[in-house]
Every structure is written in structure tokens, then in C-alpha cells.
């Protein structure tokens, strides 16, 4: 089995859905193991993995985000669609919209955020960390689907797990944020150095806190993302079955055999 695309469930997202023959394969990496399962959709392999583990079991600074996206590496996945429940930083987002994200303000404090922790040094490029080619495809299939896709759109990524006080959520409005959440980096920029494409679909849940009219709960953004996730799911399938593979994109480039991914030898993994 060799999946080309995969799909990284966030929260509420926790089943392959729509898979058939699927099975779960425990993947080996420098940095942890993962389970990932990967079944088959119009004659492509694809592979899914729950961000937070099976079951939710594992907050959003605590996501083994290294394993994760060298266990998709491993198993020869090029592409990636991921999910992401957010917070509304704007009213034209409604809960239930759908944003396309095209830019992250990071603001993330204790995360390992590198493949590339020691030398030989690697900048990865930033300039269009959500892949402009997979958002093409994704904005393509939502016009086929009739789907309403918010396109671009800048992710403040926060540490969590706690949800963001008032004068946060001002903040992240005055700097232009679109939508917050807790886990778009570091994985967007592992997939990057991986070489991956990689692409969000943001579910807005809620509006941010002090902009909400009652106390934000994990409860109700679970809620949501459940009565709307079948949105997302009719995007990310429509667009694995139009089945684009030629990747034009900078993606496969974005390190440029700088170095080999991962850690040098004697480096600790964890
Ligand atoms: N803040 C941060 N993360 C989130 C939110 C929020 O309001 N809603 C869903 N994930």
C-alpha cells in the first residue's frame, strides 16, 4: 500500500469514514510510533490519522506533531488535507463556515518545530506554507460541490490548551488574524520540511472568546465540528478522487537535499 494523499483529522474527526478495507498500521519513526490507517477510495490508497489520538487523548501541545508527519512521510504520502477546528476572529465567519486558510501568525511556545534541530542548518521557505496548488484543487472541488469555502485567510496558532481571553482575541483581530486555533503549527511547517504538500480546511466552531456571547467548551466545538464535518469530508474525497498527482507546486523542493530529514545520530528524538 502506498497512499499518496492522507487526511489529518482534527478535533470532532476522529474515523476514516468513507474508506473501505481499511487498517490500522503501526508506523515506526525516530520520534515515537503512530497509528495510522489507511484504506482505499476510488482505487487510491489513502491514509487517515487522528491528530490527537484515538479517542482525543492528546492535547494540542502535547501532539507528537514530528511522529506524525514523518509516519505519513514514511508510508509515501506526498500530499496532505487537513482539518482544523478555529475560533472566529471575524464576524463574517460564521460557526459552521469554512476557511481556507494561506497564512499562519505563530504564537506557539513550547513545541519541538523542526525536523532540523542541529546542523547542517535548514531555512525552510515560508512563503506559501498551505500549499497554493492543493488549495487550488480544494477550491476547484468546493465550485463542483457547490460548497462554501471562505478562500484565505490567516491562522493564529495559539499554545492552548486553554482558549484565548478577550484581550487576546482583540489582539489577533488588530494583527489581521482570520480564524485561531491550537495546532496548525508546527504541523504545517514540518510538512513543509518534509516536503510535503500540505493544505487546512478550518471549521469555524465558535467565535473567539469576548466576541462569543456565552463561555467557550471543548463540548461545543466537538458539537460542531460533528454537524458539519461531512462538509469537509465531501471536499477532501472530491478531491482525492479527481486524483491530482503531478505536484508543480515548490513543495517537493522546499528543502532542496539541504540535508536528510531528521535527527543527526546521538541527537535525542523526543
Ligand atoms: N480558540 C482556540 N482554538 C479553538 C477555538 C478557539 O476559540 N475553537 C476551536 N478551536
Given at each position: 500500500m502506498q497512499p499518496a494523499f492522507a487526511i489529518i483529522g482534527g478535533t470532532g474527526v476522529y474515523d476514516p469514514a468513507l474508506l473501505e478495507g481499511a487498517q490500522v498500521q503501526l508506523v515506526e519513526t525516530p520520534y515515537g510510533s503512530v497509528q495510522v490507517t489507511v484504506g482505499r477510495y476510488h482505487n487510491q490508497d489513502v491514509a487517515f490519522l487522528p491528530r490527537h489520538g484515538a479517542g482525543h487523548s492528546v492535547p494540542p501541545h502535547?501532539?507528537?506533531y514530528r511522529a506524525n508527519l514523518w509516519a505519513l512521510k514514511q508510508l509515501g504520502v506526498s500530499q496532505v488535507l487537513a482539518t482544523a477546528a478555529v475560533g472566529s476572529l471575524q464576524h463574517t465567519y460564521e460557526p459552521g463556515s469554512l476557511v481556507l486558510v494561506d497564512g499562519f501568525l505563530d504564537f506557539t511556545k513550547s513545541r519541538p518545530i523542526t525536523f532540523f534541530d542541529t546542523g547542517p542548518v535548514v531555512h525552510v521557505d515560508m512563503t506559501d506554507p498551505y500549499c497554493?496548488?492543493?488549495?487550488?484543487q480544494l477550491r476547484a472541488a468546493a465550485g463542483r460541490l457547490g460548497l462554501t469555502l471562505h478562500d484565505g485567510g490567516t491562522y493564529v496558532c495559539t499554545e492552548g490548551p486553554r482558549f484565548e481571553t478577550p484581550q487576546e482575541i482583540r489582539f489577533y483581530?488588530?494583527?489581521?488574524?482570520?480564524?485561531?486555533?491550537?495546532?496548525?503549527?508546527?504541523?504545517v511547517v514540518l510538512a513543509k520540511e518534509a516536503e510535503l504538500c500540505y493544505a487546512c480546511v478550518c471549521m469555524v466552531t465558535n467565535y473567539g472568546a469576548g466576541i462569543s456571547p456565552t463561555p467557550l467548551?471543548?463540548?461545543?466545538?466537538?458539537?460542531?465540528?460533528?454537524?458539519?464535518?461531512?462538509?469537509?469530508?465531501?471536499l477532501f474525497f472530491t478531491v482525492i478522487e479527481a486524483g491530482e498527482h503531478t505536484r508543480d507546486c515548490r513543495c517537493p523542493q522546499a528543502v532542496q537535499g539541504q540535508r536528510p530529514l531528521g535527527p543527526e545520530k546521538g541527537e535525542s528524538a523526543h
Open positions: 502535547r501532539v507528537n497554493g496548488r492543493l488549495r487550488a483581530q488588530s494583527i489581521g488574524g482570520a480564524v485561531v486555533g491550537m495546532t496548525s503549527v508546527p504541523e467548551t471543548h463540548e461545543e466545538v466537538v458539537a460542531a465540528m460533528a454537524a458539519n464535518v461531512h462538509r469537509i469530508r465531501q
